[in-house]
């Protein structure tokens, strides 16, 4: 039984404590209280006193509906105009700040204007001297600036000219030099019977002059016949190589040709220099 007990107290008290319940009790107290203090304190008997509230205090719009929507009032529509106010008064205090800030922002910009007309006022009354002089000192730095930025264009120009020359010449150079210089004994052979033959024939009595120039200036002499030229191609001896961006032609020697100048060059005989002196000193 006292278990019993405790758990209902507990339970009325939970449900006491729902805002809904608690709002509805109270404002029944408040919308009834006569009814309340007639029922307690009343010199009448329970019988009288309760015929006495039935007749004169009882109205279902005080004893049910009020309470409910005070209570309904309270529970659903009470915070949201709470949350309504504090939005109220958080916007007024947001529009004080930003009109403190503005006033601030005001007397700074009028400091600021403050500030220049004192030194406008300052430089007039110095004098424009200083000001010119450095004007045209910014005026000298800026014609160096552009004729070193002029200077720097043309640098960079003969740069890639350069770099340009320096992949045509590797190019040049790994064409005369992609292919192996060693023979096996058998291409010496046929390579030794083709320059006899060669030697032997009219273009090889321009090939000294042909393959000096070739070796060091990848050229054709001037004055040679277009017709020896085109022979040494169809030989094999030399080669020549198109620079279609340059609109230039080059000439190399190829694996044949290095191998024929080689022994051409080894069988030559070298004057010493007084051999070559004394060659100069005679009258004819």
């Given at each position: 039984?006292?278990?019993?007990?405790?758990?209902?107290?507990?339970?009325?008290?939970?449900?006491?404590?729902?805002?809904?319940?608690?709002?509805?009790?109270?404002?029944?107290?408040?919308?009834?209280?006569?009814?309340?203090?007639?029922?307690?304190?009343?010199?009448?008997?329970?019988?009288?006193?309760?015929?006495?509230?039935?007749?004169?205090?009882?109205?279902?719009?005080?004893?049910?509906?009020?309470?409910?929507?005070?209570?309904?009032?309270?529970?659903?529509?009470?915070?949201?105009?709470?949350?309504?106010?504090?939005?109220?008064?958080?916007?007024?205090?947001?529009?004080?700040?930003?009109?403190?800030?503005?006033?601030?922002?005001?007397?700074?910009?009028?400091?600021?204007?403050?500030?220049?007309?004192?030194?406008?006022?300052?430089?007039?009354?110095?004098?424009?001297?200083?000001?010119?002089?450095?004007?045209?000192?910014?005026?000298?730095?800026?014609?160096?600036?552009?004729?070193?930025?002029?200077?720097?264009?043309v640098l960079k120009i003969d740069l890639n000219e350069?770099?340009?020359?320096?992949?045509?010449?590797?190019?040049?150079?790994?064409?005369?030099?992609?292919?192996?210089?060693?023979?096996?004994?058998?291409?010496?052979?046929?390579?030794?019977?083709?320059?006899?033959?060669?030697?032997?024939?009219?273009?090889?009595?321009?090939?000294?002059?042909?393959?000096?120039?070739?070796?060091?200036?990848?050229?054709?002499?001037?004055?040679?016949?277009?017709?020896?030229?085109?022979?040494?191609?169809?030989?094999?001896?030399?080669?020549?190589?198109?620079?279609?961006?340059?609109?230039?032609?080059?000439?190399?020697?190829?694996?044949?040709?290095?191998?024929?100048?080689?022994?051409?060059?080894?069988?030559?005989?070298?004057?010493?220099?007084?051999?070559?002196?004394?060659r100069d000193e005679l009258p004819f």
């Amino acid at each position: 039984m006292k278990e019993f007990i405790n758990n209902l107290f507990q339970t009325s008290s939970e449900r006491i404590k729902n805002p809904l319940i608690y709002s509805f009790i109270f404002s029944s107290f408040f919308f009834n209280w006569k009814t309340i203090l007639t029922l307690l304190f009343s010199s009448k008997n329970i019988e009288d006193r309760i015929e006495y509230v039935s007749i004169c205090y009882i109205d279902t719009d005080k004893s049910l509906y009020y309470p409910l929507y005070f209570s309904l009032f309270y529970v659903i529509v009470l915070p949201y105009l709470m949350w309504l106010f504090e939005k109220i008064v958080e916007k007024a205090k947001t529009g004080r700040k930003e009109n403190l800030y503005s006033e601030q922002i005001l007397e700074f910009k009028g400091k600021k204007m403050i500030a220049k007309a004192e030194r406008e006022y300052e430089e007039e009354k110095a004098g424009n001297v200083e000001l010119s002089d450095l004007n045209n000192r910014i005026l000298e730095l800026q014609t160096e600036n552009d004729d070193r930025k002029k200077q720097v264009d043309v640098l960079k120009i003969d740069l890639n000219e350069l770099r340009k020359e320096k992949n045509k010449l590797e190019q040049f150079i790994s064409l005369d030099t992609n292919e192996s210089n060693e023979f096996t004994d058998s291409e010496k052979k046929e390579l030794e019977v083709e320059y006899n033959e060669f030697i032997k024939t009219e273009s090889s009595t321009y090939f000294e002059n042909i393959g000096s120039e070739i070796s060091q200036f990848k050229s054709i002499p001037k004055g040679i016949d277009v017709i020896i030229i085109e022979k040494l191609i169809y030989s094999g001896i030399i080669k020549r190589v198109d620079d279609e961006e340059n609109n230039r032609v080059y000439y190399i020697l190829t694996r044949k040709g290095r191998y024929f100048w080689k022994k051409y060059v080894l069988s030559k005989n070298v004057l010493t220099k007084e051999e070559v002196d004394k060659r100069d000193e005679l009258p004819f």
